[in-house]
């Protein structure tokens, strides 16, 4: 495990003199997100900054050689997985896929890719992953800031408590892995309850297959694979996860239609 960091070990006091909290406040005001809300999220005991995280960007999965990377998402557990995944959601996930014209195996793998079928959501609270980033990795500080009011407005917006989800060390979050720009620009409400929620299935799977069209998937032409490879590329931009995909999502394909 990474060293954690309390924050009120160095004596600071959190809430509205909270470094990260000044860097934000005037987007977040902008957003809609009251101060009172803001004060009250950053005095949370539970803030804590993780160097585990830093580590973790240091050596990204997507950096390994393809076979080391491929060995860990187009295996046989993962296949047996999916296929059992696909009987128990089948009827959800197909009505979807009719409906927004996106191939239903490419989504269950992604889904398989991203969370193992719902079986991971994460190490670290999005709030703490992004807060990390803000005040530990320069380069990566303004993208946070943005990330975390972004964060902050679906909180507060949908009545979620903000130190609640747990995510990747990255920020992303639910069973499709979205960052919270994502979550607010792609999620869609895929079982007409009014409300797009990142771990029930119905939404995931209709919020995965809408990011993939509104970045370009080839709903007339499916076989197009060069677009289909770019929509995938554009949810993690990495050749290495492209690949991933797309053979689990053959795998996934084999496996179930032959059983």
């Excluded at 999965?61 to 295996?75: A, H, T």
């Excluded at 959601?89 to 719902?118: M, P």
Aim: net charge positive; with cysteine; glycine share 6%.
């Amino acid at each position: 495990m990474g060293k954690l960091i309390p924050l009120l070990i160095f004596g600071l006091l959190l809430g509205e003199d909270d470094p990260v909290l000044s860097s934000i406040r005037p987007d977040a005001l902008k957003m809609g997100i009251p101060e009172e809300y803001l004060n009250k999220t950053f005095s949370h005991s539970g803030i804590t900054v993780h160097d585990k995280i830093l580590e973790r960007f240091a050596k990204p999965y997507e950096k390994k050689s393809w076979p080391e990377y491929r060995k860990l998402f187009v295996k046989e557990s993962r296949i047996n997985e999916g296929n059992v995944f696909y009987k128990k959601h089948q009827k959800t996930l197909e009505d979807i896929s009719n409906n927004i014209k996106v191939d239903a195996f490419l989504i269950l793998s992604i889904v398989g890719v991203e969370s193992n079928f719902g079986r991971h959501k994460g190490k670290f609270t999005v709030f703490n992953s992004l807060y990390t980033q803000i005040t530990k990795m320069p380069r990566r500080s303004k993208w946070a800031q943005k990330e975390l009011v972004a964060f902050l407005a679906l909180c507060y917006k949908d009545n979620i408590p903000p130190h609640s989800i747990k995510g990747s060390y990255a920020g992303a979050f639910g069973y499709g892995q979205f960052i919270p720009s994502s979550f607010n620009a792609y999620a869609i409400d895929g079982n007409s309850d009014g409300i797009r929620q990142p771990y029930i299935w119905a939404d995931v799977f209709a919020s995965v297959g809408n990011y993939l069209v509104k970045n370009g998937y080839p709903v007339s032409n499916p076989s197009n694979n060069a677009q289909v490879y770019k929509a995938v590329y554009a949810y993690n931009h990495a050749d290495n996860y492209v690949k991933a995909v797309l053979e689990l999502r053959d795998e996934l394909k084999k496996r179930i239609i032959t059983n």
